[in-house]
């Protein structure tokens, strides 16, 4: 795994005093340049969309979105929503590195009320329930009186893709940038468990946040995990993104991070972990993100013969990112293509490409391994050998032996596509 622990520094990190001297990364430091100890807040939430913002096609009927750069703490972005916000990664962010910006980190929000101003200060994590002694939690007390880890993981929403889905179904309509990977810094949720002393009978673990609907009666967004899952030392609560603090957008202050799992499970603005003596039956656990409990969660539409279980795991994906579709490459000559890969709850073990439509598969190079929940960037080259129009595709093996699929998955949710992706480019 890629935790990070012993020295309570992040790795990487440099934070510079007022007279601008390097000076230890410790968490008091960290706390103190990301302003932890302050307030943080979205002044106005996000500006006027202007009229003659820029645009995007995304690969889709009515795939026509605007670019924004109207929301705090982001740079430019595909807007698919304004409120609750459902922002979307432009897909050549991907092509720049393991690691997506925290300014272009892809945003999805359930209900429409998001607090636009926290004081640090004044924060309090509560964890309460089936536990030997409630705990109250400040950020100070997470920073400082719990071991700190690191873990390199991807953050995916799982409708990621739902655009795509053939016959079209209901949701947001995402293309392939609901997703991102970054280092997330906190502490284990294990070791706040431990502190609070789970008790005996313990079932789930419950987690909340500081979003609420503005309708009465909208039911609370609330995620629940098996107590040996809460448990396993890999779930953790995240206050630090990429070397600084979470953006607001993204959950500040803190956030819970299941790796492997999709991202409907990172609750934002933690603030309330309660454990349960019982499975947790509601409505975002009972009722919805419930998929097929099919082989790719696929069923044929209008198909309804099928049990249905909440969301979970994450299967494998890849993607060609330094080429589009369209593209035009010159016979004769090498061509360079790279793209990054992930296991979903699994490392990567193997890339294969292929430039002829997937009649033959070839070993792509792996880079660096970040860890088993991370982006792996891969790599190959080809050289066309005549004119026309040549299919490039791409699909990745994780180290469970998952495959992905050739077929696409369909199910009335749009969840879950990991098909091996393809783009077609002409060879002149």
Not at 198 to 205: I, K, L, Y
Not at 222 to 233: E, T
Not at 307 to 320: G, L, Q, T, W
Not at 416 to 427: A, F, G, L, P, Q
Request: glycine fraction near 10%; charge should be positive; hydrophobic fraction near 40%.
């Amino acid at each position: 795994m890629a935790w990070i622990s012993g020295p309570r520094q992040f790795r990487g990190v440099r934070v510079m005093s007022r007279e601008g001297s390097a000076i230890e990364p410790s968490r008091r430091h960290f706390l103190q340049a990301a302003g932890l100890f302050g307030s943080i807040g979205l002044i106005g939430g996000a500006r006027a969309l202007g009229a003659t913002a820029k645009s995007v096609r995304l690969p889709f009927v009515n795939g026509e979105r605007e670019l924004t750069n109207a929301f705090p703490q982001k740079g430019e972005m595909i807007l698919l929503r304004t409120r609750p916000p459902l922002l979307e990664t432009p897909f050549d962010v991907f092509d720049h590195g393991v690691f997506t910006p925290n300014n272009r980190f892809f945003v999805r929000w359930h209900l429409a009320y998001i607090p636009t101003q926290i004081d640090a200060e004044a924060f309090r994590l509560t964890v309460r329930g089936h536990i030997g002694k409630p705990l109250s939690l400040t950020l100070h007390q997470l920073m400082t009186e719990f071991a700190p880890v690191e873990l390199a993981a991807v953050n995916q929403c799982s409708g990621n893709s739902r655009g795509l889905f053939n016959p079209r179904v209901a949701g947001g309509q995402w293309a392939n940038g609901a997703m991102g990977c970054a280092r997330w810094t906190g502490v284990r949720l294990k070791d706040v468990l431990d502190r609070a002393g789970v008790s005996a009978g313990a079932v789930q673990v419950r987690f909340n946040g500081l979003d609420t609907g503005l309708i009465s009666g909208t039911p609370d967004f609330l995620k629940s995990l098996d107590i040996d899952h809460a448990r396993d030392g890999e779930v953790m609560i995240a206050y630090g993104m990429n070397g600084e603090q979470l953006p607001l957008l993204n959950g500040f202050p803190l956030r819970l991070i299941v790796p492997g799992w999709y991202s409907t499970y990172w609750v934002k603005m933690l603030n309330d972990i309660e454990v349960l003596d019982r499975v947790d039956d509601n409505y975002w656990m009972a009722k919805a993100y419930l998929v097929p409990d099919t082989p790719y969660a696929s069923v044929k539409p209008g198909q309804s013969d099928f049990k249905s279980v909440p969301i979970s795991h994450m299967p494998p994906r890849s993607f060609i990112t330094n080429l589009r579709d369209g593209d035009r490459v010159l016979v004769g000559h090498a061509v360079h293509t790279r793209g990054i890969a992930f296991g979903g709850d699994a490392g990567v073990s193997k890339v294969f490409w292929s430039s002829d439509g997937g009649a033959h598969w070839m070993d792509a190079m792996l880079e660096e391994d970040h860890g088993k929940y991370s982006f792996r960037r891969w790599n190959a080259h080809y050289t066309p050998s005549s004119r026309g129009e040549n299919t490039l595709m791409v699909k990745a093996i994780n180290s469970n032996g998952v495959e992905q699929p050739a077929v696409p998955n369909w199910n009335s949710g749009g969840f879950m596509r990991n098909v091996v992706e393809s783009i077609k480019v002409t060879v002149a």
